[in-house]
């Protein structure tokens, strides 16, 4: 069997098979087809939407390779990210497993700003099978990050941030898909996607003795921290015209987590559980702040790609992505905080309680939409009939949404130009060990975050002017078990 | 073991290895975040100023002279102070060498001044309804003048005792000159503008440690004038002053430093009260400003002035302008101290500003010290 065709040219055997399945195929499809339509929307549409730390860093080292330029042309486990209409293009079953890496080196003012790096664990599966004679298989994609499941950041509305990459991809992403194949020139696919969510509450309660605090305090504090996850959905379609010709076309929704994080202290009134004791004089206290926030919003998107394989050898894929940023809801929260000590009389030139403690309100983001255009290219490098050896490469650019900072908020970030490359070695002769694959994808990208500047409107204002700019440098490989 | 399970169980191990090399690491602190100056300012450490066993903040090592008023130019510390130390501790006098050596650095605690021995009305340049302040008690020293301490030789923020740089010898000057602020040229040359009894005068030395020499005539005329501040203008082509006259703050703008043009008060709006321990603003005064350069390239003048409230008290407040004409006034108080007085702000680079400020000795509260804090608080300084 001719192996490199096998590798490069699933769509030109999709298509071979094409004519004869369209003159042959009834309304059995069609209203299959629709049926699942139909039930993605309606998973789709109650929620608010979807996306996924992949948006920021992509999933899978031969996607990230190309660029992320993968909607027409992807069917292994990171098509329950990029489009999962893609599952249902193979016919094996694919196990995949790999590591994934994003170091960011984000500088404000040519100082370092701690942006967290993101890495963990990517694993999926595809399962194909058959059902009343259609094509129709099940995917699940998990990335398990290394430092934490989940992250939720309060920060004053004044603090830089870099808005995008911050907190954002810290989260544990679980996707499930199906996608059918109704006709040989159409795949159709469709899921749910989770992602971590917390919420915290901190009670303290007990005795504060202000005299002597050291030996007559005693505290006892709760702390609940609700690990829940959201749920959202996305859909795609791929279509193959042509013989090396294919498109893609993939929804994601919105989605966003909102962080509530409440701190309280003793209860209020004059039965509060925590005093303070100033010698013999007990005084109920009673503290309250409530910090509520959305702490990782993504916005829909909507990806259109094509792929065109002008030899069996090679393909060129190109996409473009439309990312509604402007629904964007702005990180910065809404505080309040409550303060409540009975002073006594007595007290009272000695304790000063402030009658209103101001909290904070949100601020506006005002992102605009943007475009992302996308290219990814893959050739074969060398094969023999027992391995093959893949090369690929891909970049993408894309224009910051955030407007200019010239106020009180300072949600940092720039254009970003990502180019990428990467390899993949296919091991396919591993009979009687293993009827199928081995293959092993290895890719690394370096992203150019060029610099911006803020100037703020305020000449007293608390942060000032800044400078931003940096680089990305990520990497990863990705080993994929397929079984014929 | 046939070769199929061997294979499955390298598969497994190589499964398992890349799930181990997912080992977490710990959160990253946000560091290096930009800062406009506005503080709140902490009073550095003994350590970041190496004047050891002396409270936070204590920028001058000086145990006898009563001293106030301090800035920094080109390295050099130059501050009001008596010129002679007191003579003995009878009637109210103090001995300089006597007490611990750890009294010169001493601050009061409760250096509110309000009703205690160490307070004193203004001596000059309040309006007569103005509240009393803390100053020096001069008149319970010699003549005072201006003092000079050069940069130590290891770098740090402290200084030694300095010696006398200039002192009043023309009659306008009334005996005594004061709140001194000094311009370095690029060339090295030294502009030092002073305060005295008839107005704001200027003396001048080819270096900043070179021997100052008025010149004669003062530069702003009028009696209660204080606290001359001056920085070259934004267009880098002349110079701006900011004094304070009869509790207002007031600008001029002169070409070449010697000759001034009075532009009247800069328009400052009452820095509200944070909470009822704020009394109301009754006037403004003692500014200091700097011209700092922003991360973005842009000039940005920042001033910080006393804003004095009605029971005495004074809250260091803080303006900003882009064009050096009108002000922008900080909603907030920059630092959290009521007791400090007469900032005189370094630029430190885009980030670090330094706050130098006079306040009480703890136990000779009218001999006054000079403290510096630092913007963003939460930095540590080498």
Redesign the interface.
Known sequence: MDLRARVLSSSRAAVSACAKTRLAAGLAPVFFAAVFFAAVLLVAFPGRGHAQPMDTYGLGSRAIAMGGAVTADVEDYSANYYNPAGLARGAATRISVGWFGAQPRLQLNGLDSGVDPVDGLTTGLVVPGTIDGFRFAFGIAVHLPDARISRTRSLPRSRPRWELFDNRPQRTFLASHIAIRPFEWLTVGGGIAFLSLSANKLSIRGDIDALVPDRGTRLEHDLNADLTTIRYPQAGIQVDPMPGLSFGLVYRGQFALDSTLQAQVGRPGVDSDTRLHVGDITIPAYFDLLSQSVNAFVPQQLSLGGRWSPTPQFRVNAEVTWVNWSAYVSPIGRSSIILDIAVPPELADTIRVPGTIVGSEPIAANFQDRFVPRVGVEGLASSASNYELLVRGGAFYEHSPVPDQTGLSNLVDTDRLALSAGAGLRLTELRPVLDGWLSFDLHLQWALLPERIARKSSPVDPVGDWRASGHIFGGGLTMEVGFR | MT??RR?MLR?AM??AL??C??????????????????GPFRLLTADEVDVPGVPAGQTLFDRSHAVEGGMVASGHLFYTGALVPPPSRDAGMLDPDAGPPGDAGMLDPDAGFSGDAGVLALDAGTSPDAPRLPVPAWSAFAARGILRSPPRANGQRGFDEGTPALTATAEWEGGHVEDPWTVVDDDGHARLYYAAAGGIGLAEAPTVGGTFVSAGAPVIEGEGVRRPSVVRGLDDAGFLMLFERGGRIERAHSSDGRTWTQDGPVTLPALAAR???DDTEVSVGSPGVVRAR???G?T???MYYESRRGDGQVLIA?????DGVS????EVPVVESRSLRMPAPLSQD??ITLLYMSTARGGTPERGALVVGVAPGRITLP
């Open positions: 070769k199929s294979t598969l190589a499964f890349a799930g090399s997912t080992l977490g690491t710990g959160p990253g602190q946000p560091e290096g975040l930009p800062h406009g100056g506005t909470d009822e321990r922003t991360s973005a842009r940005v003048l920042r803080m303006a900003g302008s882009f002000f922008e006034t900080l885009e980030r």
